[in-house]
């Protein structure tokens, strides 16, 4: 890939620039997704405490960025799944069999300490080829 054009796709959030990331990146036809949550800035998370919610709204924010790189969720690969209580894993689970239950991508689910912000529950990332 090298040569490939190098294409950022912001989220918009303030910590993009100073921490140096981007939500997306696309190089040839290759799309990485960062950590995506449901982060509200100054406001508690979209669907508050409740782990199916927040994963949803993440996929979400995932389908978007995917699309503005010029992919879709049917494009995708690989995903990370990280959740702050494991117990809850089926909540998750169950969003992301919503989202991805005919595209079937090589997945995995672990539980982390804490996140970011401790009233979030889940992270997601995604790896896409572009087709």
């Not at 508690?44 to 405490?49: F, I, L, Q, R, S």
């Amino acid at each position: 890939m090298s040569g490939a054009e190098r294409r950022l796709i912001p989220s918009g959030s303030p910590w993009e620039a100073p921490v140096g990331y981007s939500r997306a990146v696309r190089v040839g036809s290759v799309v990485a997704v960062a950590g995506t949550t449901a982060a509200v800035q100054g406001e508690g998370p979209v669907g508050g405490d409740d782990p199916y919610e927040q994963a949803r709204e993440a996929l979400r924010r995932i389908a978007g960025a995917l699309a503005e790189a010029g992919a879709s969720i049917d494009d995708v690969v690989r995903t990370r799944i990280y959740v702050t209580d494991i117990s809850r894993w089926a909540d998750v689970g169950r969003a992301h069999g919503e989202v991805f239950r005919d595209v079937r991508p090589a997945s995995t689910m672990v539980e982390v300490r804490a996140l970011i912000d401790p009233a979030l529950l889940v992270e997601i990332e995604a790896d896409a080829v572009a087709t």
